[in-house]
């Protein structure tokens, strides 16, 4: 079973669309880290978020941290093609340990 | 600064071979964690480790697979007797010593494909 729910699975949109990622857990995360990975290449840190209700903004992209610390969205604006990614959340239970991924949202943005 | 480094990034291996795979964590963090991903699917905990201590290996497989850091040089992943449900990319992350919350920055990752 998978901690961390991640929808959708996949999206593929049209330049300057706006697009919503969530990630949803039954479980209490001490943090939420959101990656992006490029094919061929390892996972790229975009954000950690630790307090509950935080959000957190980088560029056009913006990241919430729900209030009970059990979910997560990732917001994009006008999305660009650069944006085009793997996008992968991961939960951390403690300060040291392992993180719990989702499997991820394929994003395609097409020019 | 460099960031996390893993070689080599692409091994192949026949079926029965060893396959050894490096991580040098980045200057300053003495965390080290093993994850694994197959196609279509997030990454898998493997294993977590520090300076001479394997912290939770909870993720390992039982047979085949080990894990070290030693006080001197990268951390190894060895599978050993490979087998083609090993092929999958195997990343290693690392993370600082006392960090304030968990964040852990990953490789480039090695590619491993058993004929």
């Known amino acids: 079973t998978q901690l961390l729910e991640q929808s959708p699975q996949f999206l593929s949109i049209q330049e300057g669309e706006n697009l919503t990622v969530y990630c949803n857990s039954s479980?209490?995360?001490?943090?939420l880290q959101w990656y992006r990975q490029e094919p061929g290449e390892g996972p790229v840190l975009l954000v950690t978020?630790?307090?509950?209700?935080e959000v957190k903004k980088l560029k056009r992209l913006t990241f919430q941290f729900g209030d009970a610390r059990k979910d997560s969205s990732l917001h994009i604006t006008a999305a660009q093609p650069g944006d085009t990614g793997l996008y992968l959340c991961a939960g951390a239970r403690s300060t040291l340990g392992r993180l719990y991924f989702g499997r991820g949202t394929q994003l395609t943005v097409w020019p | 600064n460099a960031g996390v480094m893993q070689n080599p990034r692409h091994l192949v291996r026949r079926r029965g071979q060893e396959a050894r795979l490096r991580c040098s964590p980045m200057?300053?963090?003495?965390?080290v964690y093993w994850y694994r991903q197959l196609p279509e699917e997030g990454l898998k905990f493997m294993v977590y480790l520090q300076k001479e201590n394997i912290i939770d290996e909870s993720g390992m497989p039982k047979e085949r697979f080990s894990a070290e850091f030693p006080k001197e040089g990268p951390s190894i992943l060895r599978i050993q007797q490979v087998v083609r449900g090993d092929s999958a990319a195997y990343f290693c992350?690392?993370?600082?010593?006392?960090?304030?919350?968990?964040?852990?920055?990953f490789g480039p990752g090695t590619r491993l494909t058993v004929l």
């Open positions: 200057k300053g963090h003495s965390h």
């Open positions: 479980s209490v995360f001490s943090s």
């Open positions: 992350a690392s993370s600082p010593r006392s960090p304030g919350i968990n964040e852990q920055f």
């Open positions: 978020v630790v307090t509950g209700g």
